[in-house]
């Protein structure tokens, strides 16, 4: 072999090295996005079934790690959710609704008698079951899904999920 096919040949190694090298944090770049964490696609632990009394709501926020772009936020609360603790015997044993006003998106509170829910933004009344009790707000408050775990202080578990506002039904946000 001649001294230029070696230097060729030496070209074309350091190259395709190179391209190697590039190749690997480009591939995880262009499939970041498959990793990030999803919203409202798991269940998140909010509380345990002591912290409850019965039919006292009681607003638990709801954390989770988000990602953008390199950065990480561990913890970050993303809304807000009511969780009804029911009487024993009933199903559900705890109803959970989100925060979100059904209405434009406003937190919704718990009246201070703690009798009903309240919106202050356009004064949305809902009952503890989240049921309208006057006509601003086209919806019920939204229902989550809950899972509660066994043993003796069971886990209150809850898939929190965005809806769009000023719908008649609950129309999931992506
Ligand atoms: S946003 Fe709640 S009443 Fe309008």
Same mark, same amino acid.
């Given at each position: 072999m001649s001294r230029r096919e %070696?230097?060729?040949? *030496?070209? =074309?190694?350091c190259r395709a090295? /190179?391209?190697l090298v590039m *190749?690997?944090?480009?591939?995880?770049?262009? /499939?970041?996005? /498959?990793?990030?964490?999803?919203? $409202?696609?798991?269940?998140?632990? *909010?509380?345990?079934?002591?912290e409850l009394k019965v039919g006292e709501p009681r607003a638990f926020a709801?954390?989770?790690?988000?990602?953008? $772009? =390199?950065?990480?936020?561990?913890?970050?609360?993303?809304g807000s959710v009511w969780l009804i603790r029911q009487p024993d015997g009933v199903d559900p044993p705890v109803v959970a609704l989100?925060? !979100?006003?059904?209405? %434009? $998106?406003?937190?919704?509170?718990?009246a201070a008698d703690g009798k009903s829910f309240l919106c202050p933004c356009h004064n949305s009344i809902f009952s503890l079951a $989240?049921?309208? !009790?006057?006509?601003?707000?086209?919806?019920?408050?939204d229902p989550l899904?809950?899972?509660?775990?066994s043993g003796p202080d069971p886990e209150i578990r809850v898939k929190f999920e965005r809806f769009r506002p000023q719908a008649d039904r609950r129309i999931p946000l992506a």
């Open positions: %070696l230097l060729v040949r *030496l070209v =074309w190694g090295v /190179l391209g *190749l690997v944090p480009g591939m995880a770049f262009l /499939l970041s996005p /498959l990793k990030k964490s999803g919203r $409202g696609t798991s269940f998140d632990a *909010l509380a345990r079934m002591s709801v954390l989770k790690d988000l990602r953008d $772009g =390199w950065v990480k936020y561990p913890r970050e609360p993303i989100t925060a !979100e006003c059904p209405h %434009l $998106g406003c937190a919704v509170n718990l $989240g049921k309208p !009790e006057n006509t601003v707000s086209p919806r019920p408050m899904d809950v899972q509660i775990t």
